[in-house]
Structures are given as C-alpha cells and as structure tokens.
C-alpha cells in the first residue's frame, strides 16, 4: 500500500522560508519520480515541480523558479520543497504525488493518475 506523508509547513512572513517533506512507503523510493502541486483558494491545483528517479528536478512555475527547489534523499524515501523567498501569492495548500507506474516523469495536468500526499498547508503574511 503506497502511502505519502508529509510533513512541515505552515505560517511564515514574506521573505521567509518553509521546507516541506514527503516521506513515501510501500514501493521502491529510487524507482519512481515525484512531484509537487498546490492549490489556492477558489483556484485549480497547479504543478509546482519534479524530481525524477534519478535526481534531476524541474520547477514548473516561471514565477516560482530561483526561489523553490525539489530534492529527494533515496535513503530516507523522501522528497523536500524547499522554499525560499516566499511571497503571499504561494499560499495555498501543497500536495506531494508520486506517480502510478515506475520510471515515469510527473505529468504536468492538475489530476494525474497516482497517490497523493495528504497536503500541507502554508500561509505567507504580507
């Protein structure tokens, strides 16, 4: 049974930072990409980034590049976003997925077919 997760999160100031991790159980950590959305308030869930299996991540979002970053740790089976910078705009909640099938890059859609993280809220004040 696949099972995402997360922790951290929460209230931060404008200009500070948040890391937000995913640890993930039942498959093997190494073999799957993972990625990371967020949802706003009234609006639709977004792609913020990915990792693939072999480490090589990707941020999304033109406005969100230079300030998030997507790790993983393979011996830990868990990804991070770390966020940097953050402005009141990156409120919303923020969910890790990891795909259906092995060695399969994240599909940039608001619904891929996968498992999901419970989400975690993050609040920046202006």
């Known amino acids: 049974q696949v099972q995402l997760v997360q922790s951290g999160g929460g209230f931060v100031q404008a200009g500070g930072s948040l890391r937000l991790s995913c640890a993930a159980s039942?498959?093997?950590?190494?073999?799957?990409?993972m990625g990371w959305f967020r949802q706003a308030p009234g609006k639709e869930r977004e792609f913020v980034g990915s990792i693939t299996w072999g480490g090589v991540s990707t941020v999304h979002l033109d406005s969100l590049k230079g300030r998030f970053t997507i790790s993983r740790d393979n011996a830990k089976n868990t990804v991070y976003l770390q966020m940097n910078s953050l402005k009141p705009d990156d409120t919303a909640v923020y969910y890790c997925?990891?795909?259906?099938?092995?060695?399969?890059?994240?599909?940039?859609?608001?619904?891929?077919?996968?498992?999901w993280g419970q989400g975690t809220q993050v609040t920046v004040s202006s």
């Open positions: 039942g498959r093997t950590f190494s073999s799957y990409a």
């Open positions: 997925f990891q795909p259906a099938f092995s060695l399969t890059a994240v599909v940039a859609t608001p619904t891929p077919r996968g498992y």
